[in-house]
């Protein structure tokens, strides 16, 4: 089994600036693509970005140029910059990662259990 725990939310001002952790563990053998999800009250769960094991990076419109997603591949680990943050961005944030647990597995893709993000105006 792969666990994904995440860090980093919380409550930030207007303009703030937050870093979203989320660290794979257990019986992994490679990881290709990582990302951020959010879901917002009423709202559905939207992809937020992704880094795929290549480093190749792609950002919904809304936080292109504000958030930056990078991972370190040693540790098992992606980041979220999230920089001028606004009330908009205010969601619960998942962390989302395709794994394979043995060198002839399929991908599978785990979630995080979520980190709640609220930015005031």
């Known amino acids: 089994q792969v666990h994904l725990v995440e860090s980093g939310g919380g409550l930030v001002q207007a303009g703030g600036s937050l870093r979203l952790s989320c660290v794979a563990s257990?019986?992994?053998?490679?990881?290709?693509?990582m990302g951020w999800y959010r879901q917002a009250p009423g709202k559905q769960r939207e992809l937020v970005a992704v880094?795929?094991?290549?480093?190749?990076?792609n950002y919904v419109d809304s936080v292109e140029g504000r958030f930056a997603i990078s991972r370190d591949n040693v540790k098992n680990t992606v980041y979220l910059q999230m920089n001028s943050l606004k009330p908009e961005d205010t969601a619960v944030y998942y962390c989302?990662?395709?794994?394979?647990?043995?060198?002839?597995?399929?991908?599978?893709?785990?979630w995080g259990q979520g980190t709640q993000v609220t930015v005031s105006s």
């Open positions: 989302n990662v395709k794994a394979r647990r043995v060198y002839y597995d399929s991908w599978i893709t785990y």
């Open positions: 257990g019986s992994i053998f490679s990881i290709s693509t």
């Open positions: 880094i795929t094991d290549g480093g190749t990076t």
